[in-house]
């Protein structure tokens, strides 16, 4: 086990891929980078307009590196999960986006400079990853409400609003939303009924704050599943406080479980977000891959586990 003083004068190498066009992507990184020298690490740092040439630059730069640290939201995350499991590499995350679920659930401070010094000290933590249709996520996998709330709402809308604006959307999606058929199978038994909204968690966040469950770990091996089967829109209001908090479990017509693995069917084919991206559809199978990627949390988090 190494001191956090052996790793200074290792000099850990951190390749810093930044996505500007997060929410809070603009962000000052000059100021993270002399923190992160200033902890020991050597950071080679690229800004990208996008997301989408960060899985890329993993892949090149990669063997030069000894971790990776993301600048941007879950989406950004979501979107880098395939090369970082081909390199093995410790994560690092900057929440510079609009939600930053997976920074919440790790304890990870939205200050991006705090975020730097996480990562600068080096504790890690082994999480895991949803899988739904073969789609990673860190976060959530949802069906009905949110994932319609993924397509509709604008990226220009979500990045001038922030979490304010996932609200505006959800509110006038709800007025004309329907509830729909649901199939769930799992462990060996089949449960029918009529949802709103269907989450799978993988961590404890979704949707900038709102919990899947109040217990949910990302390294607990189980999927967090809840579905919003009332009967009426205004019972969905009077459950926001319980479900800001994760405690919707075992109110009426809240459906919620636990399971590893899970099929859900609908009798046509519906769309499934993973952290806020449309990525498939129903029939969705969903499972966990245990302890997929090291991640640097606070050390308060975690046992002193520190990298080699």
């Known amino acids: 086990m190494s001191s956090p003083r052996d790793l200074v004068e290792k000099r850990r190498r951190a390749l810093l891929l930044v ?16 923190l992160l020298r200033a902890g020991g690490l050597e950071v080679e740092s690229h800004l990208f307009p996008k997301k989408h040439p960060i899985p890329d630059m993993i892949r090149t730069r990669a063997a030069d590196a000894d971790c990776v640290i993301i600048g941007g939201g879950d989406g950004t995350l979501n979107s880098a999960v395939p090369a970082l499991l081909e390199c093995g590499l410790p994560l690092g995350i900057l929440p510079l986006g609009t939600a930053n679920d997976l920074a919440r659930t790790l304890g990870i401070d939205m200050d991006p400079l705090s975020a730097a010094t996480i990562i600068s000290r080096g504790y890690t933590r082994e999480l895991d990853l949803g899988e739904a249709n073969g789609h990673l996520f860190w ?6 409400l949110s994932a319609t709330l993924a397509q509709e709402v604008p990226d220009a809308l979500k990045k001038r609003l922030g979490v304010l604006g996932y609200a505006i ?7 004309r939303m329907r509830p729909f058929a649901i199939e769930f199978e799992w462990e060996g038994r089949t449960e029918r009924g009529r949802t709103f909204q269907v989450s799978i968690g993988n961590g404890r966040y979704q949707g900038g704050g709102m919990m899947v469950a109040s217990t ?93």
Not at 19 to 34: P, S
């Open 169 to 175: 959307g959800a509110l006038q999606l709800l007025v």
């Open 19 to 34: 996505n500007q066009h997060a929410g809070k992507g603009t962000h000052n990184v000059d100021a993270v980078v002399d």
């Open 216 to 308: 949910a770990e990302p390294d607990d091996g189980r999927l967090h599943v809840y579905s919003l089967e009332t009967k009426t829109r205004l019972r969905l209001l009077t459950l926001l406080p319980m479900l800001r908090k994760g405690t919707q479990a075992g109110q009426e017509g809240v459906r919620a479980f636990t399971c590893t693995e899970l099929v859900v069917r609908t009798p046509a084919p519906m769309p499934v977000s993973t952290d806020g991206a449309l990525t498939t559809e129903t029939p969705v199978r969903l499972c966990v891959r245990r302890r997929a990627l090291k991640t640097y949390v606070p050390a308060e988090r975690e046992a002193a586990e520190m990298p080699a």
């Open 139 to 144: 976060n959530v996998a949802n069906i009905g």
